[in-house]
């Protein structure tokens, strides 16, 4: 049996993603250019018995999200960079109390208002250092309708797994563009299911570390009361100042995605193999970086690409073994040079990083970028 | 017998944080005997509350408990009620944290009319933070950023959440801690969004700021200003000056419930599938 083709919107496929990961919760509140997963989830939430709420602000659709999440639910969020910044307490606080859940971005032109419709990838930073205090970040970063599909499901099933929210971003060039999406058969692509206590609810502690780094999480209504806050907590969920609980606590739940980089980064490797010239990209961005490594390798130049999916946490130490066999990384971004610091760290000054960097809501043509590649000696 | 609030309470968990003398300890009693009187189930009751000293006190109560962000209270506790419209759903918070930060969510939560009772402690001040004034500190009261007086008018909230849609609107004091538990219990019942008002006394950052004495002088105050509605028809505006009503001010039990109306909206999306 051949499998269901559509051809969609980026953002049409983030939403039917999502609803294959299970997503049965969305609140969100409506901001160009991510609008149509909010009425997409509209339409198909309810079909399924599913809840979609629009809220009064992006604050009130983390909350909402949030309290969801406590009842047992799979919830989606998704917004774009004003709302992005509104909601960094409320992404602070799931990162502490370990609440799962999908926040979906479509990077727009900023800071502020900036340029509602134009594409950017400025709020790669702020996915990791928006909220205050130290705290995990897993961020995702597709370059296609169909990566958009999948990549959701991994979103869900990651926060699950990690018990913490999940951050899918695209650029505002993927999130409206439209592809042929192929759909997973039902059961094709593995779902993770929410890991709830095998104790009785006498015996549960939401963060109790006798089960691992991420400690199984109850339901409200279903039998277990226990105690969430925003407090810094100990593995009962109460307030806690104990020094050495606090200091605990904040390091298992860095630690517990930290770790576990290497099951959380993934990335293409695109004429990687021989390449001396290495464009780190990703997004859209991604898509004139290939055709710029095509180019190149049609004038003998050995370039390649090395394209983030996962932004946070950043493959450090793959780009820091590529150091030393290539001559060095190109990385050609819509913002003024954010993953361009992250590969500088990764480099260690042992080969140079050349960026390019545009802000002006204009893509980056392969062009520019073959014209880099030929700068390097 | 002496009523047994401990079973309500989690083991372990006090002494409280409150002050001696503060007012929300009272209203904490008054809603663990009102959910006693209506059998609730506590594994299926959510108490929801933001940041501030009113906030901490789910953290005490024996059920599904859930301390958010300043002012955030009534949207997660949306979230929670939508997804979960069995459960029992209670908010519990100060008057800085509902009608300043949290006034919006506050307003929306009215506006839904979703079935959830919002107990406000109002204690005119921002407690927890050492005294800054509220949106319902009295003009020209001492706070400590109103060092001159405060120039602010203040929200009368029972109006408030009336205009904003609530269907079910109270006020209550700690003074009159008998009358508590039936205020709140009267509220969980009603199916939509309820709110009671408990004007209460922060002693420790208001009362020594403003001239009172003692916690009983702050108590004889609520008792002063506190007006039950029935005895209120019977006096002229002038007698009513500088008073405050208390009991059921408000209850329309014809708006229809937000988790009714979206059981409506599955309903028609799988008619339409
Ligand atoms: C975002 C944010 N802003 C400010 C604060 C500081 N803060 C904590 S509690 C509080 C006021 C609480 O007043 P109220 O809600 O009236 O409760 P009370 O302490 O009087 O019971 C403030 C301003 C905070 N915790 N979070
Ligand atoms: S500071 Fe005021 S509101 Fe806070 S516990 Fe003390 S008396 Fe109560
Ligand atoms: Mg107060």
Known sequence: MSKKVAFLQGNEAASYGALYAGCNFFAGYPITPSTEVAEVMSVELPKIGGKFIQMEDEIAASAAMMGAALAGFKTLDSTSGPGLSLKQELIGMACISEIPCVIYNVMRGGPSTGMPTGPSQSDVMCAKWGTHGDHPAICLVPSTVQETYEEMIRAFNLSEKYRTPVLVMPDEIVAHMRERVVFPEPGEIAIEPRRTPTVPPEQYKPYDTSFGDVPPLAAFGTGYKFHVTSLNKGQDGFPTTKAEWVQAEEERQVRKVEANADDIIEFEEFQLDDAEVVIVAYGSTSRSARYAVNEARKQGIKAGMFRLKTFWPFPYKQLTALTGRIKGFITPEMNLGMCHGEVERAAQGKVPVMGIFRVDGEPINPDQILDKIKEVK | ?273
């Open chain 2, 1 to 273: 017998m002496a009523f047994d609030y401990e079973k309500y309470i989690r083991p372990g968990k006090l002494p409280h944080i409150w002050c001696p003398g503060c007012g929300h300890g009272i209203v904490m009693k008054g809603l663990i005997r009102a959910m006693d009187s209506l059998k609730l189930d506590m594994a299926q009751t959510a108490i929801v509350s933001g940041i501030g000293c009113a906030s901490r006190l789910p953290g005490y109560m024996d059920c599904c408990t859930l301390h958010t962000a300043h002012g955030r209270a009534a949207a997660f506790a949306t979230g929670v009620k939508l997804a979960k419209p069995e459960m029992n759903v209670i908010l519990v918070g100060g008057d800085g944290d509902g009608t300043a930060i949290g006034g919006n969510h506050f307003i929306h939560a009215c506006r839904r009319n979703i079935d959830m009772t919002y107990i406000i402690l109002n204690n005119k001040i921002y407690g927890m933070t050492g005294g800054q004034f509220s949106p319902t500190t009295p003009t020209g009261a001492k706070a400590s950023t109103t060092p001159y007086g405060n120039p602010d008018p203040c929200f009368d909230i029972a109006k408030l959440a009336i205009g904003a849609g609530a269907t079910f609107v109270a006020r209550g004091t700690s003074f009159h801690a008998n009358q508590i538990d039936k205020l709140i219990a009267e509220a969980i019942q009603h199916k939509g969004f309820s709110v009671v008002e408990i004007m209460d006394d922060c002693p420790t950052t208001y009362g020594r700021r403003n001239k009172f004495k003692s916690v009983i002088e702050m108590m004889n105050h609520l008792k002063e200003i506190a007006v039950p509605v029935k005895a209120a028809e019977k006096m002229t505006a002038e007698q009513l000056q500088g008073k405050v009503l208390t009991g059921v001010l408000y209850k329309d039990e014809t708006k229809t419930e937000y988790t009714a109306e979206y059981a409506k909206v599955i309903e028609r999306a799988k008619a339409a599938k």
